[in-house]
């Protein structure tokens, strides 16, 4: 990875619909160069997709909470359970797996919060292995999907 392709990533994370000609002059290469790079990027799986950002108050899911799972066992077959179990779950729009306790941070987005209590007690709650749920009210975004800053060395 080099000055080039940190470029490239930056131009792309501001917007990924750029086409490949206006990249390339925004990075100063010319378009099969720039292209090569592109394909190159994608194939190592730095690039690992292009997705459009959703504000999603205007979609009306307006409430925002935060679950922390600790699970009751942390076994090979329940965690890889649990995770997929998190996949059929399009509320859950983050998970990340932890070390310590506790074992993971859920981002959840519903309508409302007696969306949210429904989601919690019939679904979050119902997960195999889950031991406890503690959650967390979201109480303003400051930002989300931060564009990373790429190292210069």
Known sequence: MDQIDRKILA?????????LTELADRIGLSLSPCHRRVHALEKSGAIQGY???IDYRKLGLAFSAIVFVTLSESNKQLV???????L???EVISAERLFGTPD???????KDLSSFQKL???QLSSLASVKKLTSTIVMKDIFQGRKA????F
């Open 149 to 152: 800053s790429y190292p210069t």
């Open 51 to 53: 997705r459009a950002c």
């Open 104 to 110: 993971y941070i859920l981002h959840i987005i519903t």
């Open 80 to 86: 890889q359970g649990f995770e997929e179990a998190l």
């Open 11 to 19: 131009e792309l994370q501001n917007d990924a619909r750029l086409t």
């Open 120 to 122: 919690y007690d019939e």
């Open 88 to 90: 059929t779950i399009p």
